[in-house]
């Protein structure tokens, strides 16, 4: 299909005449909207705006103290300021001149009208008689004049000012400070500077972003197009709200004592879940799909230390991110290291966690009983990380452990409560509660279900919460051990009911005074949120668009991703991101908590997605919508199958791979000539075997001279397919008739490969 200027400016969002001076100035020779653009027209196109955009960088620092660079190009807008101002000074010159010219005409008329006046009173008084007493008339033709003139200038003085056509000088171009927002869209910017849009769109295109005037675009390129165009930006800090919000709560108690927050982190199969289900004496490690935990849980327990809470995280490595929030809400970090297996690389992740939260290790060693324990060897390991035990002189406590067996546990509570001890951990335990999303899912009878660790406050049935872009009343709270229950104070973890939608792991929560500051909360949060995404988008699509004008496209594997909590959810699309790669990558189309509806089978039918379900299953709607359109889709209950389910279809939708495998050389004897089938190459078969149907290259002193097919194979007299090693025969080469002694006739076979992630 045949891309014409006209297309090309309707994908970049620019009108036809813009994309013309932007191809002229690339040295392009279109002038037309009607022009047909190459491919080598854009990947010049794409040459010039790169090369634009890098050429005389200026800095520029803003208010924030954040440098941007910008190019020190004069402006095309101030050169067609300079252009209008020069065509508006010419044509008031001319109205000037046009003006003189007609008041001139003007006078002469009156001159003329008095002179005529002047002879038809002379000729009057010739023929009439006067009185001798009386004296002849004077006309002053000077005042006469004079009088006409000034009648003139009352006539044009009468005229309404509004209707003359008025020829005014150019405003003179006033530099200003612009106050750019962290975002803002391209019109409101256009207006902050008051010039018209199209000049803002015009300048974004100067620095390779393509955008309308409805685009939402970041603080750093608005300061670029501010002083493009020729004023200063000013980087506006925007009042933190989230911080001015949880400020609104003022704790009239003074903060007492309470439990610590406790994570359980390590690699996987390490026995972070099994020392835990000792502690609590449940079996939670057998409902795991895989033996291994899929997401956090979070559980009270009484301990003969006093209470404390727990928070299990997941060992693999796809769970990064939920380790992360879990160290970031934790006052405790147990690490767990298995005796016989030693610093694995989630191992070193959870300890950089735990550094970065700025939170206390205390190290359980388990699994001493089995075969391989070598708790010296992990304590020199975890030394060389900085983790010093404290039996070595440092100021790590150390513990060895036996989770399934309870070996040790009792010590590693009272390490756990010590540490606490000298924490000296206090909270406000009356008041409005805040705290963290620890987990959320959407449950089919139950709706919204969130985990909530309370950090301050006490949270109570029929409070109004505000988390994230959720809100709602509480119904219901629901401790540990599933009992209903009617307050819960600080370091608690309990489930909640009520909330208008799931929130996302990880999101603050805050009890709020009435409905309508709940609402403004939420409504902020969700703009921020827009804004965000549409950033990324316009992101995504520019990279896209320049991906295309100078290189050929990855190919993209689009997923909709459905998973039974939110933490989980944002682990599966993290790892999904880092399976990317040079040659193919995962676009995230959707993703959510619930089951996979209908909506869910259309979009993927839009957009030809797969669908991926973590613990949910498709309605009988959307069932019927996949069946019908064949949409892949895939369930699963382990992290690594569907990293493994995905990186198979990746692989699928690369190229195969062309592989030559050489299957036999001859060398050329002799060189006959045949009337009847042309130059024959009587040959010697000196490796493999030789084919009549496969391809051949012609090789003169080690050298490629000629690529082609053979036209004839035979041994003897007769016709053959195929000659073997150490045999003479008979080659014709189709096309060629250059062949030499001494030259080698090299068979070869291609065979496509798939390529692997």
Request: with cysteine; aromatic share 4%; hydrophobic share 40%.
């Amino acid at each position: 299909m045949t891309l014409t200027v006209k297309d090309f400016a309707k994908t970049l969002k620019i009108s036809d005449s813009a994309l013309l001076e932007r191809m002229q100035n690339a040295g392009l020779s279109h002038s037309k909207s009607s022009d047909e653009i190459t491919a080598a027209d854009k990947q010049a196109l794409l040459k010039s705006l790169k090369g634009a955009k890098a050429t005389s960088p200026r800095s520029v620092t803003s208010g924030s103290g954040v440098t941007v660079t910008s190019k020190g190009k004069i402006s095309k807008e101030s050169e067609g300021t300079r252009s209008y101002s020069d065509n508006i000074e010419a044509k008031r010159a001319a109205a000037s001149e046009q003006l003189k010219e007609q008041q001139k005409k003007r006078e002469d008329q009156l001159k003329e009208a008095a002179r005529l006046k002047q002879e038809e009173i002379k000729k009057r008084d010739k023929f009439k008689k006067v009185e001798s007493e009386k004296p002849a008339i004077k006309v002053n033709v000077k005042d006469q004049l004079s009088s006409a003139v000034n009648a003139y200038k009352r006539r044009e003085a009468a005229f309404p000012k509004d209707s003359e056509h008025k020829f005014e000088a150019p405003t003179e171009f006033i530099k200003k400070d612009i106050e750019v927002p962290s975002s803002i869209q391209v019109g409101e910017l256009a207006k902050l500077m008051a010039v018209k849009g199209n000049i803002v769109v015009k300048n974004l295109m100067g620095l390779g972003v393509v955008a309308n005037i409805n685009d939402i675009i970041d603080q750093e390129t608005a300061i670029l197009v501010v002083e493009e165009i020729g004023h200063n930006g000013i980087a506006l800090k925007e009042e933190n709200f989230e911080e001015d919000l949880a400020n609104l709560i003022n704790y009239a108690d003074e903060a007492t004592s309470r439990s610590p927050v406790v994570t359980v982190m390590g690699h996987v199969d390490h026995g972070k879940t099994t020392l835990l289900d000792f502690i609590r004496k449940t079996k939670v490690v057998d409902g795991e799909a895989g033996g291994i935990t899929q997401h956090i849980g979070a559980y009270e327990v009484e301990t003969s230390k006093g209470k404390i809470t727990f928070i299990d995280t997941p060992g693999h490595a796809a769970f990064s991110s939920m380790r992360a929030r879990g160290a970031n809400t934790t006052d405790i970090v147990i690490l767990v290291v298995a005796a016989n297996d030693g610093i694995k690389p989630q191992t070193e992740e959870a300890i950089n966690h735990a550094k970065a939260a700025g939170v206390s290790i205390v190290v359980a060693i388990n699994k001493i009983d089995l075969d391989g324990a070598d708790i010296d060897k992990v304590k020199g390991d975890l030394a060389a990380k900085d983790l010093a035990p404290e039996d070595w002189g440092g100021t790590t406590q150390m513990v060895p452990v036996s989770a399934l067996k309870g070996t040790g546990v009792d010590k590693l509570l009272e390490s756990v409560s010590l540490e606490a001890e000298l924490l000296e951990l206090r909270a406000h335990h009356k008041g409005q509660a805040q705290g963290v999303v620890i987990e959320s899912e959407l449950d089919k009878f139950r709706g919204s279900v969130a985990t909530f660790l309370i950090q301050n406050g006490t949270l109570k049935v029929g409070d109004l919460v505000a988390s994230g872009n959720s809100i709602g009343k509480i119904k219901s709270i629901v401790n540990s051990d599933g009992t209903k229950i009617k307050n819960a104070g600080p370091s608690a973890a309990v489930e909640v009911l009520g909330l208008n939608n799931v929130p996302n792991a990880g999101d603050p929560f805050q009890v709020v005074e009435n409905e309508k500051q709940a609402r403004e909360i939420a409504e902020y949060r969700i703009s921020k949120e827009k804004e965000k995404k549409l950033l990324k988008q316009k992101d995504d699509s520019a990279g896209d668009l320049f991906e295309s004008l100078g290189q050929e496209s990855k190919k993209v594997l689009n997923v909709i991703v459905k998973t039974d909590v939110g933490g989980t959810c944002e682990a599966i699309a993290a790892s999904l991101n880092d399976l990317s790669n040079d040659l193919a990558k995962v676009k995230i189309v959707s993703s959510g908590v619930g089951g996979i509806t209908e909506s869910d089978a259309n979009l993927a039918l839009a957009v030809d997605s797969i669908i991926l379900g973590f613990n949910v299953r498709a309605d009988n709607s959307a069932k019927k919508i996949i069946e019908d359109e064949s949409i892949p889709l895939s369930y699963h209950s382990i992290i690594y199958e569907l990293l493994d389910d995905v990186k198979a279809r990746m692989s699928g939708l690369l190229d195969p791979i062309i592989k030559e495998e050489i299957v036999g050389t001859a060398e050329v004897l002799e060189v006959f000539n045949s009337p009847k089938f042309g130059q024959i190459a009587g040959c010697n078969v000196i490796e493999g075997t030789v084919f009549k149907n496969k391809p051949v290259r012609v090789l003169r002193d080690e050298i490629v001279i000629f690529e082609g097919e053979l036209d004839s194979l035979r041994r003897f007299k007769e016709d053959v397919n195929e000659v073997k090693n150490g045999t003479e025969c008979g080659m014709g080469i189709k096309n060629y008739k250059d062949i030499k002694p001494g030259d080698k006739i090299e068979v070869y076979d291609r065979k496509e490969e798939a390529q692997s992630m």
